[in-house]
Nanobody
Framework: VQLQAYGGGLVQAGGSLRLSCAAS????????VGWFRQAPGKEREFVAA????????SYADSVKGRFTISRDSAENTVYLQMNSLKPDDTAVYYC????????????????????WGQGTQVTVSS
C-alpha cells in the first residue's frame, strides 16, 4: 500500500483547506488512517485519525471543533477538512495508515501506523 497526501497550500487565517490521503495498491479497509503534522523546529504531533470500518475517530484537542476527518470507501481516500485555520496550524501534514484495526486510544500514537505518505505543506498567514 502507498499513501499519497495532497491538498495543502497557502491560506489566510480563518480560511479552510481540505487535505486528501489516497491509498493505492491495496485498501486499508481493515485498519485506520491518521494525520500528523510537523512544524519547523517542533516535534511531530497527532492531528486526527479514523478507523476504516466503523466511525471511530480521534482528534487532538488543538483541532477539535475545527477539523473533521472522514473516509470515502469507494475512493479509498481519507479527507481532513480544516476550517477556521490559525497560523499555529502551519506545518507539513502527513498521512499514515495501518491495516490492523487499532483501539481508539491507539489512534493518536505514531507507532500504530506502519505506512507513511509524503507530506503536504499547509501555511496559514496571519
Amino acid at each position: 500500500v502507498q499513501l499519497q497526501a495532497y491538498g495543502g497550500g497557502l491560506v489566510q487565517a480563518g480560511g479552510s483547506l481540505r487535505l486528501s490521503c489516497a491509498a493505492s495498491g491495496r485498501t486499508l479497509s481493515t485498519g485506520a488512517v491518521g494525520w500528523f503534522r510537523q512544524a519547523p523546529g517542533k516535534e511531530r504531533e497527532f492531528v486526527a485519525a479514523i478507523r476504516w470500518r466503523d466511525p471511530g475517530t480521534s482528534y487532538a484537542d488543538s483541532v477539535k471543533g475545527r477539523f473533521t476527518i472522514s473516509r470515502d470507501s469507494a475512493e479509498n481516500t481519507v479527507y481532513l477538512q480544516m476550517n477556521s485555520l490559525k497560523p499555529d496550524d502551519t506545518a507539513v501534514y502527513y498521512c499514515a495508515g495501518t491495516s490492523q484495526r487499532p483501539i481508539i486510544s491507539a489512534l493518536a500514537l505514531a507507532t500504530t501506523y506502519k505506512i507513511w505518505g509524503q507530506g503536504t505543506q499547509v501555511t496559514v498567514s496571519s
